[in-house]
């Protein structure tokens, strides 16, 4: 770690893994670092130094801790308030732990009385989500009971897409998303930046950039599942509105300017699951497991994404509490599987559920239980079958990679 400390003599206190963008389904592995002078910020690096410092925070310049939904993040604010760093626990004990460890690391450490305070009760976060809600629900907010609120991978059951593609024209292919969006074309000497208007098309886990809708050769295609590309985030260095960056490892990222919000929000959608699934160009099916937000209510169960910086959630699966049916489990394992009644009008395949702990996987099966015990005033059923859960999660054993990359 000495290649990572800023100060001769700084100790290391306790190391923590976590992630961030789970909420926005861009998952990616992050280091935090306690010393006694410092939180880091880690991510993974080379062979000579194992890690790379993303930032770096002095205990000095904490305001204040704030809780998110749940005890599923957590968000370091600084009295720069420019200076936000949200991380994701997935995990209520996690969370417990890096705050009792980071107060313990700023009372043994170089930060002085008084302490940053912790906020806990999540309130802007709390009334958005009831919002989202209650337009899906078609209820009035004050009408909607949140039971449960948490950070999954979910295996979106309808998720058809096939991971073939040509490296030759996306136009013969299964087009997921499309439309007129600028892209920076350049910035002079003076820092004026140049937008210019192209085509965007996203198939099977490309990126196709054309200069106009009826070009058929792309000026650029990412393959967004391949090591090219590191993610996909909002624009934070430009003057234009509804700017989004997609990381490029090899070369300057990609900046591309929506509309409005809404319609940044659901091309940053597209393009994170694209990230996250990732594409088999050999052939076959990508993995359909999504990081995502998993919202329980006193009649549904929603999957769905969520903009950190704006609060704009967009549903990606919505099923009433009263279709499911069972709910299944194996021993030792950290993922579920929700199986819905044959009597609903369109037939549902199971979700497949993983959590980043056993414990959290508890938390979520007694309020689903409890939730739908009020409504039946019977226990929901369940079973802990190996043989069928293994037909039903298509022989996986473990959870997906990504699903431990949040562990």
């Not at 998720?159 to 073939?164: H, K, L, N, Q, T």
């Not at 490892?249 to 597209?270: I, Y």
Request: net charge negative.
């Amino acid at each position: 770690m000495i290649h990572v400390f800023r100060e001769n003599e700084e100790q290391l206190f306790k190391m923590f893994r976590m992630s961030t963008g789970h909420m926005e389904g861009d998952l990616q592995l992050v280091y935090i670092l306690l010393t006694d002078c410092y939180i880091y910020f880690l991510r993974k690096g080379a062979a000579d130094k194992p890690y790379m410092v993303e930032d770096a925070v002095s205990y000095n310049e904490l305001d204040y801790i704030s809780v998110g939904l749940d005890q599923q993040t957590v968000t370091i604010v600084c009295t720069n308030r420019r200076r936000q760093f949200l991380v994701d626990t997935a995990d209520i004990s996690l969370t417990e732990i890096f705050i009792a460890a980071l107060k313990s690391a700023m009372i043994n450490g170089c930060r002085e009385p008084p302490y940053p305070g912790v906020l806990t009760d999540a309130t802007m976060e709390r009334l958005a989500l009831a919002k989202f809600v209650s337009l899906e629900s078609k209820r009035e907010a004050s009408e909607v009971a949140m039971l449960y609120y948490g950070l999954v991978h979910w295996e979106d059951p309808l998720d058809e897409a096939v991971g073939s593609f040509s490296s030759h024209s996306s136009r013969d292919q299964v087009v997921s998303k499309e439309g007129v969006l600028h892209y920076k074309a350049s910035t002079s000497y003076l820092g004026r930046e140049t937008w210019k208007a192209c085509y965007v098309v996203l198939s099977n886990g490309v990126l196709y950039q054309y200069p106009d809708r009826t070009d058929v050769t792309p000026m650029l295609s990412i393959n967004l599942g391949s090591e090219q590309c590191g993610g996909c985030r909002r624009a934070n260095s430009t003057e234009r509105a509804h700017s989004f960056q997609i990381i490029l490892t090899e070369q300057p990222s990609l900046e591309l300017s929506a509309a409005n919000d809404e319609d940044m929000a659901d091309w940053m959608q597209h393009l994170c699951q694209a990230v996250s699934k990732g594409v088999i160009p050999q052939g076959g099916v990508p993995s359909a497991c999504l990081p995502c937000c998993l919202v329980l209510t006193q009649d549904k169960v929603i999957t769905c994404h969520q903009d950190c910086q704006t609060s704009f959630f967009r549903a990606l699966g919505i099923t009433e509490l009263t279709d499911l049916s069972s709910l299944g489990t194996v021993d030792g394992k950290e993922y579920c599987v929700m199986e819905f009644t044959q009597e609903r009008s369109h037939f549902l395949p199971p979700w497949v559920m993983y959590f980043s702990c056993r414990t959290e996987l508890d938390r979520f099966i007694s309020t689903v239980r409890a939730a739908w015990r009020s409504i039946y005033q019977v226990d929901l059923p369940s079973h802990v079958d190996p043989g069928v859960l293994g037909e039903e999660v298509r022989g996986r054993a473990v959870p997906h990679p990504q699903c431990l990359a949040a562990q």
